[in-house]
Nanobody
Framework: QVQLVESGGGLVQPGGSLRLSCKASGSIASIGAMRWYRQVLGNERELVAAITSDGGTNYADSVTGRFTISRDNAKNTAFLQMNSLKPEDTAVYYC???????????????WGQGTQVTVSS
């Protein structure tokens, strides 16, 4: 089995920064794309940023220039550096990864449990 665990959320003032981490563990052969989503209660989950296994990235328009996604393949970990945070960035942030499991054929999709980010003065 494979687990994704997010960390780094919390309460921050507008204009502040947070760094989220998403660590994958378990029976992993390789990890493809890793993505960060966010969801506000009552709304659909939206894609915030994505990174491929070789480092290609893309971002939602709302976070371009403020958020940076990165990854450490040796540690099976993705990061989301969030700067110049705004109240509208408040949400639960989820990590999603495409994983090839040992001794299994094909790719599997895994989600983390989410971490709350609150931007408020």
């Amino acid at each position: 089995q494979v687990q994704l665990v997010e960390s780094g959320g919390g309460l921050v003032q507008p204009g502040g920064s947070l760094r989220l981490s998403c660590k994958a563990s378990g029976s992993i052969a390789s990890i493809g794309a890793m993505r960060w989503y966010r969801q506000v209660l009552g709304n659909e989950r939206e894609l915030v940023a994505a990174i491929t296994s070789d480092g290609g990235t893309n971002y939602a328009d709302s976070v371009t220039g403020r958020f940076t996604i990165s990854r450490d393949n040796a540690k099976n970990t993705a990061f989301l550096q969030m700067n110049s945070l705004k109240p509208e960035d408040t949400a639960v942030y989820y990590c999603k990864a495409d994983v090839k499991r040992r001794l299994q054929v094909g790719w599997f999709v895994y989600w983390g449990q989410g971490t709350q980010v609150t931007v408020s003065s």
